[in-house]
């Protein structure tokens, strides 16, 4: 199984700027939030109705990355994950 590697990007969306963690398998998401002001979202389920899929489901190539993507620890993430599970929107 490949290495799990961790980015946050910040990201503009119809909701205005935010910022987009990922959790990577290869270049497979594998798990997903989104924080756009107080409103979060995650990939616990497929789709939102404000953003669409809630997953990545397009590859990540780590050579073809934004540029404004950095290296996320897995503890941010969990933290991010946890703050997700608290405050999603629906």
């Known amino acids: 199984m ?11 969306s119809e909701l205005g700027p935010g910022t ?12 997903q939030v989104e924080r756009y002001g107080d409103r ?8 939102h109705p ?3 899929l809630a997953l990545a489901d397009q590859p ?3 050579d073809d990355l934004p540029q404004n993507a950095q290296w996320a620890t897995r503890e941010d993430f969990e933290a991010a994950w946890q703050q997700s599970l ?3 929107s629906t």
């Open 86 to 88: 608290g405050s999603r």
């Open 40 to 47: 979060w979202f995650d990939s616990r389920v497929d789709h």
């Open 2 to 12: 490949p290495e799990r590697i961790y980015l946050r990007v910040e990201w503009e």
């Open 60 to 62: 990540l190539p780590i």
């Open 50 to 52: 404000e953003l669409g």
């Open 20 to 31: 987009i963690w990922f959790e990577l398998e290869g270049e497979s998401a594998v798990r």
